[in-house]
């Protein structure tokens, strides 16, 4: 009923959608897989109205659809339930459900229509919620009930829902499942979008799976797969692995970042890991698993609740940043590089020089000269394109963003580094760039810890893997860099998990 | 805001295109300047009296530069500070009060003022970093209290609502001008004392944003607090330290509305509020944080009050000015929305 | 895990604001040896809540889509003398001249909002600016003079009161129940309190958020004009001064009432309440000599600790699992 065709999308530097294909058909539960960075979130926005494609097409029963924004796209049936909730806390679940079209006689809110009409929402779905509770008492769970019963009320043929059990209890999730599965019978397509293999293989009759942007597998049946060879075609070879030169790291030398025994106040439990110098260790996991969190939380933004942190040995409790990066050399290149990473709206040179102003200026004052020099320093080293170190970063592709983002830990001399997911968002050359940087970095003798959800990043770059997943720390393996053979090991480690061991809930998500 | 210029393949970066000389706020309010005073002289040619004008109006510009740069010190974090005016006047009572109960000359009296200023100051910033409350609203309900605080203080310390003496020194302040000192034959020009001291307030706030690491900081925090706290600025600390310049300066401006008055009062900085946004916003500051321009706060407090000056001479009453104050200040915003809106359809960064 | 609620039921602050308010008024009574409740004080009680009554409702209507109006004291002053002046100067009979205040206050809203709209400026920039513009034109009308012995009808409604309660304060009553009903039952009501609690989810749902911005200072606008015709009929005479005490008290008796300065919820009762606390506190003042300055003071604390209060309260909610 729905079809996209070889939909295409490209941001600067980068195209997230490469010939996409999609096909629906009603009554299906139908999953959409890939990794991070593989263009599941842009094919959503695309099918959603936010995005408009650069090239393909979105038809439904063969008629070509133009959205003009997400309205559009509610119209034309195809809802939505993102990740973070849309729903207005001070309203009753009845009233957010019809938001849309609030019953009116004259003016004045029909409140009997409004219950009847959420009623038989909620009654499609099966669930027992009475109609006039405000929303603000309803856990998570139950609102996303309440939004996919808004979806149906807004008459959507197809029901989009982005990562629905990420925040979910075992049992909320079981009857997720089973509303999923009532709407497939009521003749609706839905697209589950997860990260979670045995959830999809519990719920969904077809199977679409990105990578880089491209279908690798169209609305195949699940049936004929195994949860290996769905993981193999999400990771897939096709990544062409760069020769790096060999790296020899001396194993007596101690460790200069060690975490024994480590707790979180977010729920990590006994984590373990050292990195010495001139290692990479790569700290592999699925989104959620909590390594950006961990990242946080050495660097004293989270609170650690047992165990220690041991910097070249010391027993290190940091507060904050500025204590890690002064005191400690140890510098954390962040996830989110537009949020947490950059100052758009400065220049280059600023960006670069924000941790060494204190090094550089010269009775509080810091001479332009000196900002400069070293800008232009690391703009060279890195081979970051810019017509001036005074251009704003905001207008940078995103590869020299992130050469940006990493270029002032660079200026502030770590010896230590937590690199999290450098390279999601940017095109394979300047990723290949990156990983040769990184192979750098460790051969001239920092200690790097690399964050990533890329498989083939981690199986090329680290020297040793630990595996992550829902806030521990379930494997370490040393990497002879075979992927095949490294790949199977590390999938097997994450999913040796039992399926009913509940999800621990995280407030923040891993982007 | 920002615009990402480039085609997806060949050439990654663009340079940045010039802001055309029309658009750049700072030419557009020289050349406004200039017009009015063309304006203002051919309607009454007493406007170029330096006795009977232009020598009162650049003691009325001292003061309200002063004015623009305390509310600029804050809106570099992209914050606001309501509480100007009233920071003023009990930083202006803590200066009475000692000259008239302590006996403390000007020096010592504007140290006690000056450091009133900046607690105040620092208490708002304080309660802003420390529970995540909405400068706004902190400033807001500050503003309050120090209404009915500040009568109480006057009340219980003077006859009324002013001190009745002032420092030796301030009558100085007050009434002359570098004019009346000469060396030998050779005297100053017609410049009231007072413009020394804003000039030098607006330098160092210039140097301390434009070049000293502790501005920048505080620009950083403006621009992306979450990034900034993740490249290692405190930026719990510099949050209070910008406030506390707020509170600082506006103790300046309190001393330099009672130089100019004759007394300390507890009217003063009753005024502040609107002049204090206006001249920073006329002169391009940004609401938002990250960059301020103390070049521009100066025009704009010039502007300001030339317009106050002009229509003053040409005889409109002061609620017409005040009228005449608001339609400029919703020009000006107008005005910078719509520059906003044709650079960023040019493809330049303002 | 609970969903952060951004809303409290009718529970906790507005019991409390209501038996601070029986109790205050009882200890009043008491310590003005039952003076209070003779005939002719608690009808002036009354009728000079009226006013921070409707002004405090005019300043609700903008905090729920979170935004503010700092122009209410200067438009009702404006609206006022306007009234005023169609009635003495264009010899207008009171009815019409009723209806341009109300019009007027309205166009003047309206014209707020779609400024902020347009300019994509925070609310108080804007308001601030036409504030300031308001307060030129309020004398703009009869410069610093007085108008007084206009239309003897309205001024007897002014002064008239039903089984004991004065007129205006009823009308102020009513004022409040209708603007309660807006947004507790009517549909434009919901879909402002939408836009002010989540603008994104509303604009998901095909709510126009600028619309609401508009509708918000319209309202704010003609309710200032409300308490502008109540002015002119109780005070029998105006001048350009009025309204440049009310802003504070516009401001107060929402926040204090409970409304969240974020947007999203509105409390008539709490803010009719509060709008009642506050008058107490006057007539406190003035039965006991105390500097009417204290009473700033101390409504400017309670102001902030009501705000650190609500901000506190809404942060341990989003904590807990």
Not at chain 1, 39 to 57: A, C, E, I, M
Not at chain 1, 156 to 184: F, I, M, N, Q
Not at chain 2, 80 to 93: D, E, H, I, K, Y
Request: proline share 4%; net charge neutral; charged share 15%.
């Amino acid at each position: 009923m729905l079809v996209a065709e070889n939909l295409v999308k490209t941001f600067p530097g980068v195209r997230a959608l490469d010939n996409a294909n999609l096909t629906l058909r009603p009554g299906s539960v139908h999953a959409l897989l890939g990794e991070n960075g593989a263009g599941k979130s842009t094919l959503v926005k695309l099918l959603t109205g936010v995005y408009r494609p650069d090239g393909g097409r979105i038809t439904w029963d063969g008629e070509e659809l133009h959205f003009g924004g997400p309205l559009d796209a509610q119209r034309a049936g195809i809802g939505v339930v993102h990740q973070e909730r849309n729903l207005i806390p001070a309203f009753s679940v009845a009233e957010n459900i019809v938001l849309h079209h609030l019953p009116g006689k004259a003016g004045w809110l029909d409140k009997r229509r409004m219950r009847t009409e959420a009623r038989r929402c909620l009654d499609l779905l099966e669930v027992e919620l009475d109609p006039d509770t405000p929303v603000s008492r309803l856990s998570v769970a139950q609102g996303q009930l309440v939004e996919i019963a808004k979806a149906l009320s807004l008459d959507s043929k197809v029901l989009l829902l982005d990562e629905p059990t990420a925040s979910l209890t075992g049992d909320e999730a079981d009857r997720l499942y089973t509303v999923v599965r009532r709407l497939r019978d009521s003749g609706r397509a839905v697209v589950l979008v997860s990260h979670k293999l045995e959830e999809v293989f519990a719920v969904a009759d077809t199977v679409t799976v990105l990578r880089d942007g491209r279908s690798v597998a169209e609305a195949e049946p699940l049936t004929g797969y195994t949860q290996s060879e769905i993981v193999d075609l999400m990771v897939g070879r096709a990544y062409a692995s760069i020769e790096l030169p060999e790296r020899r790291v001396d194993e007596n030398r101690p460790p200069a970042l060690r975490l024994t025994g480590v707790s979180t106040a977010i729920g990590h439990r006994d984590i373990s890991l050292a990195v010495r110098p001139g290692e990479i260790l790569g700290l592999y996991g699925l989104v959620g698993a909590g390594r950006s969190e961990l990242a946080k939380a050495v660097l004293g933004l989270e609170r650690i609740t047992a165990g220690t942190v041991e910097v070249h040995g010391e027993p290190a409790r940091i507060k904050d940043v500025g204590e890690a990066l002064r005191r400690y050399r140890l510098g954390y290149v962040t996830e989110d590089r537009k949020d947490e990473g950059l100052f758009l709206d400065q220049t280059v040179a600023r960006n670069i020089a924000v941790t060494v102003w204190r090094r550089l200026s010269r009775a509080g004052l810091v001479p332009d000269r000196r900002e400069r020099v070293l800008a232009e320093t690391y703009v060279e080293r890195l081979g970051i394109r810019v017509s001036s170190p005074q251009q704003l970063a905001g207008q940078l592709s995103g590869g020299n963003q992130q050469k940006v983002s990493l270029a002032k830990w660079l200026a502030a001399e770590c010896d230590i580094l937590i690199v999290d997911e450098p390279t999601v968002g940017i095109d394979v050359r300047t990723k290949a760039a990156f990983h040769e940087l990184i192979a750098g970095l460790a051969a001239e003798g920092l200690a790097l810890l690399l964050i990533s959800s890329d498989l083939p990043e981690t199986v090329v770059l680290a020297d040793r893997i630990a595996v992550m997943s829902d806030l521990r720390i379930v494997g370490e393996l040393d990497n002879d860099h075979d992927y095949p053979r490294m790949s199977q090991q590390i999938i097997r480690m994450i999913h040796a998990e039992t399926p009913t061991a509940p999800p621990t809930t995280l407030s923040t998500a891993e982007g | 805001m920002t615009v990402q210029a480039e085609k997806a393949a060949p050439a990654e970066t663009t340079k940045p295109r010039r802001i055309p000389l029309w658009a750049n706020p700072r030419i557009g309010l020289v050349v406004l300047l200039v017009l009015l005073v063309a304006l203002f002289t051919v309607l009454r040619p007493a406007f170029l009296d330096t006795r009977l004008t232009l020598t009162p109006l650049q003691s009325d510009i001292s003061v309200y530069l002063v004015v623009g740069l305390a509310q600029l010190s804050v809106l570099s974090l992209g914050h606001m500070n309501l509480a100007v005016g009233r920071m003023a006047a009990t930083s202006a009572f803590a200066m009475g009060l000692t000259h008239d109960k302590l006996g403390a000359g000007l020096i010592v009296s504007l140290a006690a003022g000056l450091l009133v200023g900046a607690l105040l100051g620092a208490l708002a910033g304080l309660i802003i970093s420390r529970t995540g409350v909405n400068s706004f609203v902190v400033t807001l309900a500050m503003d309050f209290a120090l209404v009915g605080l500040i009568t109480i203080l006057y009340a219980s310390a003077t006859d009324g609502v002013a001190f009745p003496t002032m420092p030796a020194g301030m009558e100085a302040l007050r009434f002359d001008t570098f004019a009346d000192y000469c060396l030998g034959d050779v005297c100053g020009p017609r410049v009231p004392l007072v413009v020394p001291i804003a000039i030098a307030a607006a330098l160092l706030v210039g140097l301390l944003f434009r070049s000293a690491r502790l501005g920048r900081e505080i620009l950083m925090t403006g621009s992306n607090v979450r990034a900034a706290e993740l490249s290692g600025i405190p930026t719990r600390t510099r949050i209070v330290q910008a406030h506390a310049l707020s509170g600082l300066i506006a103790a300046l401006a309190g001393f330099l509305l009672a130089a100019n008055n004759g007394a300390f009062s507890a009217s003063i900085g009753d005024s502040f509020l609107l002049p204090s946004f206006l001249a920073p916003v006329l002169g391009g500051t940004l609401l938002a944080g990250g960059a301020v321009s103390v070049l521009g706060t100066a025009l704009g407090a010039t502007l300001t009050q030339v317009i106050y000056k002009g229509l003053n001479l040409l005889q409109f009453q002061l609620d017409q000015l005040q009228l005449y104050i608001g339609l400029v200040l919703i020009a000006a915003l107008s005005l910078d929305r719509a520059r906003h809106v044709l650079a960023e359809r040019r493809g330049a960064k303002l | 895990m609970t969903l952060m609620a951004t809303t409290r039921r009718k529970g906790p602050p507005e019991l409390t604001l209501a038996v601070l308010a029986v109790v205050g008024f009882v200890a009043l009574a008491i310590a003005t040896g039952g003076n209070l409740l003779s005939a002719g004080t608690l009808e002036a009680f009354f009728r000079f809540l009226a006013v921070p009554i409707v002004i405090g409702l005019s300043q609700m209507v903008v905090l729920a889509v979170g935004q503010m109006n700092l122009s209410v004291g200067a438009l009702t002053g404006f609206c006022a003398m306007a009234a005023a002046w169609l009635m003495l100067e264009a010899g207008l009979p009171a009815p019409i001249a009723v209806l341009a205040a109300l019009a007027l206050g309205l166009a003047v809203g309206v014209a707020n909002g779609v400024l902020v709209v347009l300019t994509r400026i925070n609310g108080f920039i804007v308001t601030l600016a036409t504030m300031t513009i308001i307060q030129g034109l309020r004398y703009g009308v009869n410069g610093p003079d007085t108008y007084q012995g206009y239309s003897a009808g309205l001024r007897a409604f002014g002064r008239a009161s039903v089984l004991g309660l004065p007129a205006v304060f009823l009308v102020a009553i009513a004022v409040a129940v209708l603007v309660g009903l807006y947004f507790s039952r009517t549909v434009p009501g919901r879909k402002l309190l939408a836009s002010g609690g989540s603008p994104f989810a509303a604009r998901l749902s095909g709510i126009s958020n600028d619309r609401s911005l508009i509708t918000a200072h319209g309202l704010s606008g003609l309710l200032a004009g409300v308490a502008a015709v109540i002015t002119v009929a109780a005070s029998g005479s105006v001048n350009a001064t009025i309204g440049d005490d009310l802003l504070l008290p516009s401001f107060a008796a929402p926040i204090i009432g409970g409304v969240a300065l974020t947007g999203g919820m509105v409390s008539v009762t709490g803010t009719v309440l509060a709008a009642f606390l506050i008058r107490l506190v006057d007539v406190m003042q003035a039965q006991f000599g105390i500097n009417p300055r204290w009473v700033d003071l101390i409504i400017g604390a309670v102001v902030l600790g009501a705000v650190l209060l609500g901000t506190a309260r809404q942060k341990l909610q989003e904590r807990s699992p």
